[in-house]
């Protein structure tokens, strides 16, 4: 890669929204898949409130590490 090439991708980083450039991050690495950029957090924004910020319902990955529809262990919970 040559000063050339550097410049160009500073650039077209600096043109993109924030939206794509955290596709494009988190497609980048060697393994990943499209569902890696999936958004996870629904922001409700309120003019004269806080912020609200929630986990999506069909977010693959959650915080604290587990998955849908399991625990902190990644074990499904016990339905009776």
Request: overall charge negative; aromatic content about 0%.
């Amino acid at each position: 890669m040559n000063a050339d090439d550097t410049n160009a991708d500073e650039t077209n980083a600096d043109e993109m929204t924030a939206d794509e450039k955290r596709v494009d991050q988190l497609s980048r690495a060697p393994k990943s898949d499209p569902g890696d950029a999936a958004p996870r957090i629904d922001v409700t924004e309120s003019a004269d409130g806080p912020t609200r910020i929630d986990v999506r319902d069909d977010a693959v990955v959650r915080p604290g590490g587990s998955r849908a529809g399991t625990d902190d262990r990644g074990a499904e919970p016990d339905r009776d």
